[in-house]
């Protein structure tokens, strides 16, 4: 280490985090990209070490469109969510669950600290039920979730960094998809969790003009919302539910630059877009 | 219940198990026919409910080797095992973990109990090698576990049913197919497990005249392995790997049967193979 | 076990009573006939292993009776109740402590988990005062139980089967007869419990015509109660204690009949009587 | 308190036997005198309060022969120990367990620590077999102790004054009338006590000329015991055993005398003797 | 021992004082005379022997006076509180926590118990704030106890004898001196403790002709605080402070009688003053 | 944080050192200096805040000689040792504990994790003896540490950070001078500390041309020992010690240096001079 300096200047923040529950959307060119999918490992595995409990939750869309093409099966996108029929489902759970999250696991394993993977299913962690669209539209198997048990996850989170793919299942055990960002906002609400990331392949949120909105408090966003739409939307909507619940401060950030969450993190101004009561 | 009588029958056994744990090695028609499979997932939660500590060990090779024709990929197979590229074991590891493990999981939470399902990845629980055939051939990224870490198993066992999918990775994170039968004694052996039951679509481990034997002892079993080969060969090895390290008794027994784990477990006699150290 | 499927019907009993206290006032022909009480030991040692928390209430009035005539002591009843001066009641802890109370714990002891009797005394288990009859007329050294101080029951009860004779002390240390039924609702109340069963000589409570009243509930028995004497009152009362201390339901059934317990709580319809908020 | 010098001088002792287990073999004049009965409650709940763990082991001989006597019974002895059938085994249990223990029980109970009373059925405290006399002759079911079971005493030590009445039972559930010495020491042994102190109506071990002998070690006592006869050889022979169990030293006191216990224990020289290494 | 009669009178409040916590402000002759504080020491170490919780409050007036005048600072006292500048209380803190502390930490340590000595900075026990005088007068770093944080003190108290310099920094790490009656009485409140007992060097409280008031109540006192000057006037209003935070008595008594804290404790009069709700 | 880089590079370090525990002798300039002392207690908390568990020990020598001069004592020294009559150790004792041992407590306090003090006589934490010198000199009362009782300090680490002056008595509670340094190797071979580091006022161990011996193993060490003297020769010795007693390695730094405990922990080659088995 050259610096000891910036170890200290860290000491604020992992004293501000000691004890407390992150959760981190992941997603985008931070997965995609093969360094820094490697550093973000780390990036975590740092933020365990120093006493923090970081929790991932992540998609996988890109994925799980490359194998439904090689299968020679319809893509179809409606207001931004995949029409899922089951055999959809099944494809994206496979992706999601037995590839996406055990790439993630196996790379924190690497990085030092244990990792367990989990999706909806295990120890009955969400309860889904078919979204209906305001537009009558039918979508299929895309579900919202109904219900977070987080025992499963304080479980493994005594001893593990739980990694968390968004699948789920309904009461009659019958599978959807479900927004990563949606369910990310979930788990941050139920587990009371302190601070809540996303991980985005722009800047954070932007306003008309294309600037980046360095701080917004849950009323500005609540009026705003209505003019937001395309991939944006849903993780504003996450960040309005998780801030309702009581999370302290959702982020958005741009998980292209390296180090983005620890970035955020650990400087007084950050990087993306906080979303809190006081800036 | 029309006959308590039947209930108290099953109390030296219930008393015999109580918090012993019960590795089953799953597979077979009892994964594939949609009735057993829900029937096999009351049993176990049944035996939950009355004591005992069972854990799930699965594989899936129809749904792999369906995946892989729909893919066009080229599916072959050398001394029984299935010759391996990166993209097999990402298919297969797709499967196993984001299906079929999950298809368990929901299965076994609806019967009321929730479960867990885990890999070899989770929490580091498997360190797999690269296995090296005796006649030389390359069957590609196919491996032996050498580490079983219980620790995230135990952990999980508390609360949970485990259920685990047999794919692991070695210490670089480059994953492998893992024999199942292979992966559930390994797990028995390390978890000190009481007993081993693998379900097969046969009576049980059968002469040459193809009469069911019984009862073996571990002497008699390495005595015979020679002579056989096929799919009994690995999970005999698996029984004789799991009672060689003190695992009491293994099971062979034929999972076509309804509840054929507990008429093995709560009957006198059994329905299969035993092979142990007394009858 | 000839038929495993009647060990799955119990599924949802075992499940619904999972980590419950059921207490059971034992008595009657159950307790008296040599192979009922041989077959109840081993019931109550199946409640406890699919993992429900029995606890046994008992009296013994026969034996009493029978030693205090070898004895030459004068057998009196008024309203029910024994008359008891202090040499009577001496009789009659112990012949409940010393004998009968000993007896049930060694066939439950026999039967494969260790039970551990006490009367009111141990612990401060039972604080008792002279119950004062309507009639003015004076019965001596009948207690009603004032309080119940359960530490000792749950200390108890974490690893072994408590075993209650129904006798205590007041506050200066003079002992009491008490009524088994009344000590048993009492317990029931004091614990919490799921549900009580009283084990009797009849089928259960019987209407005017000598039918059987499957289910009653607290409100019809209340109105009812006027017009009952004789051997089922007290049971009635101790029934409308607990239910009235929301122990789920109270249920009266014939201990003649072999496995009354088990079939009262493992089958749909019971056996006998049924006193609850919902049938 | 007029003098809390002597409370000083007692720190010595209470730290001495701070959380230590001493057991008390009860008998004799101080369990049948009204005061001293009185005196001995409130001298054990003393040893609770400063630390201690006493445990109490009685007998009751005058009590049972009372009660044989009233209903007709032979009264037999052989070799100082009561000829037993199983009617007398009934009655001896019947009076041990439900009367004397009980009354001790509450005594103590009203001194101000609460007592759960034990014999040797419960929790399967002991495990005993018929004791064969080395003349041939049979005395019936008089046993010996093989096995000392310590779970149910250590689980009730926690909270309560174990308080044990010394009958048991064999593997098969007959009961046995067991020497209440001999209980006391095996009790002693087998909870790894620090002190043993038998209550009689002697001042102590006596020498020929009726001296009272101070200290002996265990070589003086095995060498002296063959010329001891009567009530003192089951004592010797207990202090003996529990010596050589480890036991640091076996006390043999005036039970007459007021407060024996405590002169015994608080004072340098006692009050009896005492056996152990050094004196 | 000669006179087990004595133990047995302490026994009532042995039994009353169980597991309570007992906080005494120590000083004075009990302090200074080599007798007095041998004695002091024993009898703290036996309270805690008999169950209790003692936590002892001390300053040291006389040895800082004494090194104030070797060094040649000027000693000085305003309204009976030393004017103290910083070279004054860096003097009193290595005195109170370097010299007195350890002197009674080892004396306690000898008696047989072993203890930890603790002043206001550690575990951040005291926070305390400049005092100002309704006169104006400045008196320098004189604090008042502004919070009490007992984290470090139950800590502690679980296996040691805490031992407390009354001295105690304000949020920037100023040191301060603290009365160490108001000390003690800030600690009895914070603890929720069950009495304080303050040694003095006369009888107790004394009315107006100099006779000893055995009891008042909080009432009282208040009433007649104006009228009290000297040193007896913080005892009292820490009294005060104490019983209006629910501690249950506080005592002043004359520490240069031998063992006042036992006498006062133990005996039904006590010795000198109790403040209490009723006597 | 201008550069989390920085923060990364210290994550194998973090890692290395996470529950263990590392004993830091504190002295010198790093002790003295006002900007290091105020870095030196944020260094030590961040150590706590990564997972480690710091124990400080300090002495403080030149603040005893300045007190003992303003008081008119005479300061000697012999061999490096302080001659110490009884008034010397006093004064030295209420200097270290009373003074600058609350310093140190109420910086790492502010720093943001609380802190405790103690020296050699709380919960007996150092039992010291007399030391002889080789040329038969009498320095009086300077003491080697014969036992260390660590369940003080493991109680107390739990939620604190212990800070040790190097202070004890013998067994008659007679205090003693005891050298820092090796009261700092004691507490590290005494708990099995990770790692041991002394802050001295030089680069390191230097060679006789005054070059810094990056390196030594203990041998070297050994067969370097008989040509060194001076205030180095302690320091060696306590590095020796703990050595020997399994500590994995003992550092000297030079504490003239920012943040030279992070720098030798944190780096690869470190800054001073490492005595281990391996480089």
Same mark, same amino acid.
């Given at each position: 280490?050259?610096?000891?300096?910036?170890?200290?200047?860290?000491?604020?923040?992992?004293?501000?985090?000691?004890?407390?529950?992150?959760?981190?959307?992941?997603?985008?060119?931070?997965?995609?990209?093969?360094?820094?999918?490697?550093?973000?490992?780390?990036?975590?595995?740092?933020?365990?070490?120093?006493?923090?409990?970081?929790?991932?939750?992540?998609?996988?869309?890109?994925?799980?469109?490359?194998? !439904?093409?090689?299968?020679? !099966?319809?893509?179809?996108?409606?207001?931004?969510?995949?029409?899922?029929?089951?055999?959809?489902?099944?494809?994206?759970? !496979?992706?999601?669950?037995?590839?996406?999250?055990?790439?993630?696991?196996?790379?924190?394993?690497?990085?030092?600290?244990?990792?367990?993977?989990?999706?909806? +299913?295990?120890?009955?962690?969400?309860?889904?039920?078919?979204?209906?669209?305001?537009?009558?539209?039918?979508?299929?198997?895309?579900? +919202?979730?109904?219900?977070?048990?987080?025992? =499963?996850?304080?479980?493994?989170?005594? +001893?593990?960094?739980?990694?968390?793919?968004?699948?789920?299942?309904?009461?009659?055990?019958?599978?959807?998809?479900?927004?990563?960002?949606?369910?990310?906002?979930?788990?941050?609400?139920?587990?009371?969790?302190?601070?809540?990331?996303?991980?985005?392949?722009?800047?954070?949120?932007?306003?008309?003009?294309?600037?980046?909105?360095?701080?917004?408090?849950?009323?500005?966003?609540?009026?705003?919302?209505?003019?937001?739409?395309?991939?944006?939307?849903?993780?504003?909507?996450?960040?309005?539910?998780? =801030?309702?619940?009581?999370? *302290?401060?959702?982020?958005?950030? +741009?998980?292209?630059?390296?180090?983005?969450?620890?970035?955020?993190?650990? *400087?007084?101004?950050?990087?993306? *877009?906080?979303?809190?009561?006081?800036?």
């Amino acid at each position: 280490m050259r610096d000891v300096q910036t170890l200290l200047e860290a000491l604020p923040y992992i004293r501000e985090f000691h004890r407390r529950t992150v959760v981190i959307k992941y997603g985008g060119a931070a997965m995609n990209d093969p360094v820094l999918r490697e550093e973000f490992a780390r990036d975590i595995v740092l933020l365990k070490y120093v006493g923090m409990n970081p929790v991932i939750v992540h998609g996988g869309g890109p994925a799980i469109t490359n194998y !439904m093409e090689r299968l020679g !099966m319809e893509v179809k996108f409606v207001e931004g969510l995949r029409v899922s029929d089951a055999e959809t489902v099944e494809l994206a759970k !496979m992706v999601l669950v037995g590839k996406e999250n055990k790439d993630i696991v196996l790379r924190i394993n690497r990085a030092g600290q244990p990792a367990v993977g989990l999706c909806g +299913d295990d120890g009955l962690l969400f309860t889904v039920s078919k979204r209906e669209l305001q537009s009558g539209a039918d979508i299929g198997l895309v579900g +919202d979730i109904e219900n977070v048990r987080v025992d =499963v996850l304080n479980h493994i989170a005594e +001893d593990y960094i739980p990694v968390i793919a968004s699948v789920g299942a309904d009461a009659d055990g019958r599978s959807y998809n479900v927004n990563a960002d949606a369910a990310a906002g979930a788990v941050a609400a139920a587990l009371g969790a302190y601070k809540i990331v996303f991980l985005t392949d722009v800047d954070g949120w932007l306003d008309n003009r294309g600037e980046l909105i360095s701080f917004a408090d849950p009323d500005d966003l609540r009026a705003a919302l209505a003019d937001v739409s395309g991939g944006m939307r849903p993780k504003l909507e996450a960040c309005l539910a998780a =801030v309702d619940a009581n999370v *302290t401060s959702a982020h958005i950030v +741009d998980g292209r630059k390296p180090h983005s969450v620890l970035l955020e993190l650990f *400087t007084d101004g950050g990087i993306g *877009t906080k979303i809190g009561r006081t800036s």
